[in-house]
């Protein structure tokens, strides 16, 4: 079992900064992906930015520029600096980790969420 545990989250006035943190344990062999998704208020659940474990970054467009995914692979931990944050940016924010455990396969695990809120 592939644990991710997900800190950083709160509530912040537009234009603030905010830096999401998210921890991988258990038994796995590697993890290949991570990142962040969100789900705004009546959403659905939308890619915010996803990393590799060789550092290949995508975002989405409504976050370049102002979001800045990195990973430390030593750590197996995932960061999100949020920048310049607008109201539009509250959501629900969930860690995700693709990778692969030793002698079952592949794994997708899901963090529980955190909530960030943007608003003066």
């Known amino acids: 079992q592939v644990h991710l545990k997900e800190s950083g989250g709160g509530l912040v006035q537009p234009g603030g900064s905010l830096r999401l943190s998210c921890a991988a344990s258990?038994?796995?062999?590697?993890?290949?992906?991570m990142g962040w998704y969100r789900q705004g208020p009546g959403m659905q659940r939308d890619l915010a930015a996803t990393?590799?474990?060789?550092?290949?970054?995508n975002y989405a467009d409504s976050v370049k520029g102002r979001f800045t995914i990195s990973i430390d692979n030593d750590k197996n931990t995932v960061y999100l600096q949020m920048n310049n944050l607008k109201p539009e940016d509250t959501a629900v924010y969930y860690c995700?980790?693709?990778?692969?455990?030793?002698?079952?396969?592949?794994?997708?695990?899901w963090g529980q969420g955190t909530q960030v809120t943007v608003s003066s």
């Open positions: 995700n980790a693709e990778g692969w455990v030793y002698r079952q396969g592949p794994f997708t695990s």
């Open positions: 258990g038994n796995f062999a590697s993890i290949n992906r």
């Open positions: 990393i590799t474990s060789g550092e290949t970054t």
